[in-house]
């Protein structure tokens, strides 16, 4: 802790605090060299200038806290000070936590639905993907609320409300015949650890679905899961896969997946991430990576999917994989739930158009 008191101007001040950390980090982050192993560690510091802001040492504590984890989030390894940005940046954090937790309540969360495409370019398959949409805020990404959700717990009830309405949506178009392959659901690792998982998803089985379309729902988990306890992520994933539900390792690439861990998960499809296929057909090595992919793909017998096409140039080179089905903005966004169900109408009138068509030639062809 430095006091800005002990110097002539705030930004020596800094400065010295700057060093003094600086040095901090270069004496804890020598290696340490244990039964012959080198550790390597990073060292994340944050820092707090009492210039009289705050009145008391655990505000001050607190403060260095969060700028420390401003560091960790950043990619640890490195030294933040605790500024207005900072504190700003934490009153709207607090302020969309608050919201957020009347999202439900006030009816903003909706869902969207993003069809996943077979090689011929047919819907077989959608993936659940949540908005939240506040009068204040605005339409808020997914990418920042999901955190929120998750740090704060308030993931459990959201998390359950995604899956009672996609669970819903599922029974109501197996109602229409609809008649599609699989509806994937993206699931939190502290939903899935939750005591109430397994229960939850039973209750909305019996409630919703029935065999045939339970066989349709894939939970997509991220490889954060596999940083948790494993024995438990398994035991939990059994149970559910006893329900005839199927789990895909969403992003997959992007993390650290080991061999090890595809031969012990019980997962059945593997989706590529966004970054493999955005830079298709410019980078040879990105082609490697996809080619080991189907490899491992094929030795595990997993289904995969793509997500991020975004070219036709894309979509052409993942077809001459074994990539079952497809997903991206080349062939739709995200949609809402009734231009979702639009499409696979119009899908279906077509394929009943073009099946009479056939029988009227073959008929004809008879009559010949
Ligand atoms: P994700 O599961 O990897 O979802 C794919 C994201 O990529 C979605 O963003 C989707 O809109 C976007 N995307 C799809 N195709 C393309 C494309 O061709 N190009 C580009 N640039 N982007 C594409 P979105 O909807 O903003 O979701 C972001 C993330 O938020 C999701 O990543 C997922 O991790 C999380 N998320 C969304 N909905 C839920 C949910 O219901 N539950 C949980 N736990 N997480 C969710
Ligand atoms: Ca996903
Ligand atoms: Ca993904």
Known sequence: MITSHMYSSYEDCIKSADIFSAEIGRILKETYVIDFNHIHISVSIGVKLIDGSVTSSIEVIKEADIAMYEVKSAGRDGIVNFNTTLSAKIGNTLEMERKLYFALEHKEIELYYQPQVNK??????????????????????????????????????????????????????????????????????????????????????????????????????????????LKKVISVMKKVKKLGISFSLDDFGTGYSSLNYLREIPIDELKIDRSFVSHLGENKSDEMMLKTIFTLADIFDLHIIAEGIETDAQFEILKTYNCHLFQGYYFDKPLKRDDFERKLFKQKVKKVNMEINKKKIINRKNIV
């Open 120 to 229: 011929d370019g047919l819907i077989r398959g959608c993936e659940v993907l949540a908005r939240w949409y506040n009068p204040d805020l605005g339409m808020v990404s997914p990418l920042e609320f999901i955190k929120i959700a998750e740090k704060t717990g308030i993931i459990i009830d959201l998390g359950n409300f995604i899956l009672e309405e996609a669970f819903k949506t599922l029974n109501s178009w197996e109602k229409k015949e609809h008649a599609l392959e699989q509806l994937s659901i993206n699931v939190s690792v502290r939903q899935l650890l939750h005591d109430t998982f397994i229960n939850r998803i039973e209750y909305l089985c019996n409630k919703y679905l029935n065999e045939k379309s339970q066989n349709k729902i894939v939970f997509e988990i991220t490889e954060t899961l596999l940083e948790e306890d």
